[in-house]
């Protein structure tokens, strides 16, 4: 082999100065970072300022961002659009904002850096939150001329909720404020007794000019009252490594890998702490003890496994482990609940209602959620706590969840990888929120769940009918009431067993504390059908006559009757129909705006996709529509 001349006299192969320098590369160490803030603060631009200073820009992408910015600006001495080099979307470069976030990788003699391009505008919250879930640093970018906006404060939060504790708060633009001292000065300390109660570690406030490089990279000539870093010094300096070695073991169970008959083991990603071969460890929530085998990837078995290594554990003993399993070791059990106290960042554009049902992922593990109570919401303009019963968009909030099923987390505070969550559209598959969990809400020890000696089958078969529910969903003057009503009168002559829920008279009584928005309608839904669900346990025929306006809803009661017992019946009249009729005057009322939150008004109604049965009142009589209930009824041999 080839030997090389060093200084000192020594020798040193090819090889070896190779693997030094992989070494050396390996040592700088990597830092994951963010920049964020509100619309139009030049976190693109000084995104790119840090590439192109860094010599990281190659002469086409040079050539070609002069192009596009002599495009967009014409007159003479125009600066290059550094921010090119970062908004790649087509409808980015021509709006002139960022949408998506963007990944760039760069690295100095000191450090190596993936950086993440975050939007500013409102509606890309979720993008911002998605970017800095991953990132362990955030640069914080206000416009000198504007100070902190609303969108700085929500993104101050974000970062605080999502766990990251240490900022650099560049204040941008300095140019176009004649590099102002008291100016700069000011907005920090707005920042910074506005950032207090956050617990953010350490603010690294810099002036900075990023489309002239201001105390980017080299320091700035214009700032002579400036003594501290500048913005890439601080990013090669920084501290934000923490003790992995002392995370307790988690090891969420992505799948069961059997290949062949003489092979099962349990396949993942080490989400924090370590594995050994021989370690006892714990499947939860089934809380069974085994110990581990072997640690087997596809490039042989491993001595011991790590935060972020994919493996698959084998174990001497037989047990059944599954997706959504959660791997620990005994000494230290993660929390095990159905009940989970939680802040939530809300990102849909339809609000977040109480009582109704979500999908929720944890990991590997999925279930279905509802929120059964917001407990308040997060100003973010004073970090006060505001009374609400909803989350709009880009809302933060503290709520508590119920779960089907137990779901084995850790605080989010304590363990991200295991603590954060997201909620689901159960209809859309759209994610509607992140989630970071707080503790677990226990039950009261002294509620159990009664065993009873008869059961649903056995009242049925006394009353000689099989129950089920009928739910008639529809606008107001629709007819829903009539033709069930209409129904009972059938099956009664017919010596069956029957009740009847009706919207008007359940707010007389067990609903009468509920008003009309969305959220008090999702809970007047969610209480009939709990309601119903006792009177099918009864061995009744029971008649659910409910405008039910939400899809959602109507497949909440559907699933916690059960399918076999659960009949959707549509009445499918016009909203012109029903206006017409106005029985009760309360379209006219509605249309004069003295009655809120109308459906089909100023209220959406949401049509069955696949109901069981379809009435058309405008075809039949109440009375024939009744008998093709009943002609249902038979076909199911209800009656």
Same mark, same amino acid.
């Given at each position: ?48 300022? *840090? ?146 109660? *956050? ?314 504390? *509920? ?125």
């Amino acid at each position: 082999m080839a030997h090389l001349d060093v200084v000192g006299g020594t020798q040193q192969s090819a090889g070896d100065r190779i693997a030094a320098r992989l070494v050396a590369e390996e040592d700088r160490g990597l830092l994951r970072f963010l920049t964020c803030g509100s619309v139009d603060d030049g976190k693109s631009t000084l995104i790119g300022r *840090l590439l192109y200073d860094s010599q990281l820009v190659f002469e086409d992408q040079l050539q070609n961002i002069e192009k596009e910015s002599k495009r967009r600006n014409a007159s003479p001495g125009a600066e290059i659009d550094l921010s090119l080099l970062v908004d790649g979307l087509q409808a980015e470069r021509e709006q002139g904002i960022t949408i998506d976030v963007a990944y760039r990788y760069f690295s100095t003699p000191r450090r190596k850096f993936i950086v993440a391009d975050t939007p500013g505008h409102v509606q890309y919250t979720r993008n911002m939150a998605t970017g800095a879930s991953n990132c362990d640093f955030g640069v914080l970018l206000i416009d000198a001329r504007q100070g902190v906006l609303t969108q700085t404060r929500r993104h101050a939060c974000i970062l605080s909720l999502l766990g990251i504790k240490k900022v650099a708060l560049a204040v941008n633009k300095m140019d176009l404020i004649d590099f102002d001292h008291e100016r700069f000065q000011a907005i920090v300390d707005d920042f910074e007794a506005f950032a207090r109660p *956050l617990g953010f570690d350490s603010i690294e406030a810099i002036p900075v000019s990023a489309l002239k490089g201001d105390n980017v990279t080299t320091p700035s000539a214009h700032m002579q009252w400036y003594h501290g870093p500048t913005l890439l010094g601080h990013l090669e300096t920084v501290d934000v490594d923490r003790a992995r070695d002392s995370d307790p073991l988690r090891f969420p169970v992505q799948w069961v890998n059997r290949p062949h008959l003489d092979f099962r083991g349990v396949s993942g990603t080490v989400a924090s702490g370590r594995v050994e071969p021989g370690d006892e460890v714990v499947i939860h929530p089934s809380r069974k003890r085994v110990h581990v085998a072997r640690i087997v990837t596809a490039d042989g078995d491993l001595d011991a496994a790590t935060e972020g290594d994919a493996v698959t554990l084998t174990f001497t003993e037989e047990v059944d482990a599954s997706r959504g399993d959660v791997i620990a070791k005994p000494d230290a059990d993660p929390s095990i609940a159905d009940q989970i106290a939680a802040k939530l960042i809300w990102f849909d554009e339809e609000a977040m209602l109480p009582g109704r049902t979500y999908g929720i992922r944890c990991g590997t593990q999925s279930a279905a959620a509802t929120v059964s109570s917001l407990k308040y919401k997060l100003n973010v303009d004073n970090l006060d706590h505001v009374a609400g019963k909803t989350l709009e968009m880009n809302e933060v909030g503290l709520c508590n969840l119920n779960m089907t099923k137990p779901l084995v987390f850790d605080p989010y505070a304590e363990n991200a990888a295991v603590g954060s969550f997201i909620l689901i559209d159960r209809f859309t598959n759209a994610t509607v929120a992140a989630g970071m969990a707080e503790f677990g809400l226990r039950r009261a020890t002294n509620v159990k769940w009664q065993e009873l000696s008869v059961d649903k089958s056995s009242r049925a078969s006394l009353k000689g009918q099989k129950p089920c529910v009928l739910w008639f969903t529809g606008l107001s003057g629709s007819g829903k009431s009539t033709i069930a009503n209409a129904c009972e009168k059938r099956l009664h002559a017919l010596g069956r067993h029957t009740y009847m829920l009706d919207g008007d008279n359940i707010r007389h009584g067990l609903n009468k504390d *509920l008003g009309f928005t969305d959220a008090d309608r999702v809970e007047n839904i969610r209480r009939i059908a709990e309601a119903a669900r006792l009177f099918v346990d009864a061995g009744l025929i029971v008649m659910v006559s409910f405008i039910s306006p939400f899809r959602s809803e109507r497949r909440m009661a559907r699933e916690l009757v059960g399918q076999d017992e659960f009949i959707e019946v549509y009445v499918d009249t016009p909203l012109e129909v029903c206006e017409a009729r106005d029985p009760k005057g309360l379209y006219r009322k509605a249309r004069a705006g003295l009655i809120k939150n109308f459906t089909g008004i100023d209220s959406a109604y949401e049509r069955p996709e696949s109901p069981e049965l379809d009435l058309n009142t405008s075809e039949l009589t109440p009375e024939a529509l009744a008998d093709r209930v009943l002609a249902e009824l038979r076909l199911r041999q209800v009656v």
